[in-house]
């Protein structure tokens, strides 16, 4: 059972990288990955997030949805649940734990349009993940979102210093980046086989 | 010159200068996601567009009946009602399109574009405009992603919209219809509309 | 017919938790923000696509009133002319 | 409070709406996402198993199967789905057999997301024809050269990771579907 979930994590954090294969999170990677703290950080937030998503939305999906078998509210049950959720919860943070709010809370919000959350809890529904496989692959995909913004802002940071054509100033030059990236990301496909 | 109605101004503006795939950046998930092929994204960008407009007329509507508190969360339930329809009705009408598109459907609840709109435009303006921003940038959407899957399509498999256009003498190049292809096709034709942009502002 | 009544409940149900949670969170757990910081966050847009870097347009105010950012960088508004108008002049 | 009031008010309203309106839909759409799903089935089932003309599903355990009949209503043979992992992401296959078991007589890749050019190549025509006729009562095997005996395949060139997951996958299954002593006890 652990070999598995151990290969359902390593799946998720290189084979299956949320950014550079399922193209999730885009925005926040184009605009986050120019400097290496802000990227660290909202990485680990949103690895945070995703781990506390993916229970939520798996008790959504087998105590509501499937019980009273209605499918179609699927979509409109997870995001109402999720925006309110994260709205709550950084309230809270905010007025009791203001360290914590500084260096974790403020990138709470980010859940509310950030496709990879959705997506992420979306998957659990389509592959009938188990609670603790469920877990498991929403900490390790947040951990793949966090390894490819934390090269990219790697690289975007040695970038300043190199001529850039002025027409790929900003995102063209690093959505070429993200194309070698995701090139390299390629080569580990065969790495594991899980699903 | 005659002062062009404002809702034309509305309208043009989402098609070039504030185009929301090459100016403003935003919606880039499915951009990259289901361009491999132009059929898929022309599917993508008039559910997308659907979703802009139904939601934008709703949003501007109501606009003063939403409280100012929970209006992202009333905004995304009237955007992810617009798009279970959608998929509904692809899963029932267009089976293997659905199939195609499959998980990047739901996305479009999340994308930035729609959600964007609603709180900067739709919620500000009234509904005439609002619907007219809305068909604009729609409509700038669905050409960009129909542009980006020609490209890629045409390199990837030699065919636009599945019609053989490059005869069998050409060995398509099949890293266009894999992420990286995605990623660098994109970088590189917003790097040739940057350049375009900049000839038209050179000359006028 | 039943299901549309019993779709109509579980959303119906879910929306008055999640809305008195809300309502209650925000007259009770109300911080009081730098009034500079909240003008700011009130013309931007609030989606916290995360797109400028930050996570939460909040915390692009933030920055913004700190002079760290630009406005330029939040994508959906940086094409709207009043709007960076009116954060030009509110941040001095 | 009476804040505290509109935000509950505007967020139920908006919900108890968009739940009816989904209902209605739902409730619409619902054959035809039905019919398209049999429809899928039915095409791939008979395509598999050359002269059957409907099929009827059947489950013994936990195992799914169809049982095809021709037009004499006699039974032509088993067909059923079989999944498995390949070098990218799931690959699905409906597999037919003849009544006794022996013998293969068709498979159908149904759904894959191998690489486009490379490993979705066992989706075409010519990769699925080897399968056809090969006993189902020996392991398959892949071979990169030429096939020569009964039970061997050709891989694709470049797809090996791809052909391996498939010829895995069909052979998984027979032995599942022989393990639920299917077809010949009936």
């Known amino acids: 059972m652990i070999k598995e979930l151990i290969l359902v994590f390593v799946a998720a954090v290189l084979v299956n990288n949320f950014v550079l294969k399922y193209f999730l999170g885009i925005c926040p990677f184009l605009g986050v990955s120019d400097n290496l703290h802000s990227a660290v950080s909202m990485g680990f937030a949103t690895t945070f997030v995703m781990s506390i998503t993916a229970p939520v939305a798996w008790c959504i999906k087998h105590f509501v949805l499937d019980k009273l078998g209605l499918p ?8 109402i649940v999720i925006a309110s959720l994260v709205q709550f919860v950084e309230m809270v943070i905010k007025k009791f734990y203001p360290a914590l709010h500084q260096a974790m809370g403020i990138y709470l919000p980010l859940i509310t349009t950030n496709c990879a959350i959705l997506f992420m809890a979306l998957q659990l529904v389509l592959r009938e993940y188990s609670l603790l496989r469920s877990i498991v692959f929403g900490f390790g ?42 090139l390299i990301f390629v080569g580990l496909g065969g790495l594991i086989k899980v699903n | 010159m005659t002062k062009t109605p404002v809702i034309l101004k509305d309208f043009a503006k989402g098609l070039w200068q504030e185009n929301p795939v090459f100016r403003l950046l935003i919606g880039m998930c499915p951009t990259l996601a ?34 100012k508190e929970v209006r992202i969360p009333s ?90 256009v490059l005869g069998d003498g050409f060995r398509p190049w099949i890293i266009m219809l894999t992420p990286p292809g995605a990623f660098l096709s994109l970088g590189l034709m917003l790097g040739m509309i940057n350049i375009i942009d900049r000839l038209l502002k050179g000359k006028s | 017919m039943e299901k549309t009544l019993l779709s109509m409940a579980v ?50 105010a933030r920055q913004l009133v700190r002079k760290e950012t630009d406005i330029e960088k939040c994508r959906i508004t940086f094409r709207n002319k009043e709007v960076v108008m009116k954060i030009k002049n509110l941040t001095p | 409070m009476k804040k505290g009031l509109k935000i509950t008010l505007t967020l139920t309203l908006i919900a108890v709406l968009s739940g009816a309106i989904l209902a209605e839909v739902y409730k619409v759409t619902v054959e035809d996402i039905k019919a398209n799903q049999k429809k899928e089935i039915e095409e791939a089932v008979f395509s598999v198993l050359p002269g059957a003309k409907e099929y009827k599903r059947e489950t013994r355990g936990s195992r799914e199967f169809f049982k095809c009949f021709d037009d004499k209503a006699e039974l032509r043979g088993i067909a059923f789905v079989a999944e498995g992992i390949g070098y990218q992401d799931i690959i699905k296959v409906v597999v037919g ?43 398959l095997d892949l071979v990169k050269g030429e096939p020569d005996k009964k039970n061997q395949i050709q891989a694709i060139t470049g797809a090996t990771i791809s052909s391996q997951a498939l010829v895995d996958i069909i052979n998984k299954e027979i032995e599942d579907i022989k393990k639920h002593k299917v077809g010949n006890c009936d």
């Open chain 3, 11 to 60: 959303m119906g149900g879910l929306a008055a938790l999640l809305g008195i949670i809300l309502s209650a969170a925000y007259s009770k757990l109300k911080v009081e923000e730098d009034p500079g910081v909240e003008k700011i966050t009130e013309l931007l847009p609030g989606v916290n696509c995360g797109a400028c870097g930050f996570a939460s347009c909040e915390e692009f």
């Open chain 4, 97 to 139: 057999v003849d009544s006794g078991l022996s013998k293969i007589t068709g498979i159908r890749v149904i759904a894959h997301n191998e690489t486009p050019g490379l490993g979705a190549k066992i989706s075409e025509g010519w990769f699925e024809e080897q399968f056809k006729g090969l006993s189902a009562a020996v392991r």
């Open chain 2, 34 to 67: 289901v361009t491999s092929q132009a059929q898929n994204g022309l599917a993508m960008g008039l559910a997308t567009s659907f979703t802009l407009i139904a939601s934008s007329t709703i949003v501007s509507i109501f606009r003063k009946l939403i409280p």
């Open chain 1, 72 to 79: 179609f509210l699927e979509y409109v049950c997870f995001i």
């Open chain 2, 75 to 164: 905004y995304i339930l009237i955007i992810a009602t617009f798009v279970t329809i959608v998929s509904l009705y692809l899963q029932a009408k267009f089976p293997d399109i659905s199939k195609d598109l499959g998980p990047y459907i739901p996305l479009i609840i999340v994308n930035c574009l729609i959600l964007g709109r609603q709180e900067v435009f739709a919620s500000k303006n009234p509904t005439h405009r609002a619907a007219a921003d809305a068909l604009g940038m729609g409509l700038g959407f669905t050409i960009s992603l129909v542009a980006l899957g020609m490209v890629r399509e045409l390199l990837g498999s030699g065919t636009i919209f599945s019609f053989k």
């Open chain 1, 141 to 182: 995909s947040g951990l793949g979102f966090t390894l490819a913004i934390t090269i990219m802002a790697g690289i975007r940071e040695e970038i300043e210093f190199c001529d850039v054509p002025r027409c790929l100033k900003g995102p063209g030059i690093t959505l070429i980046i993200a194309g070698l990236l995701a």
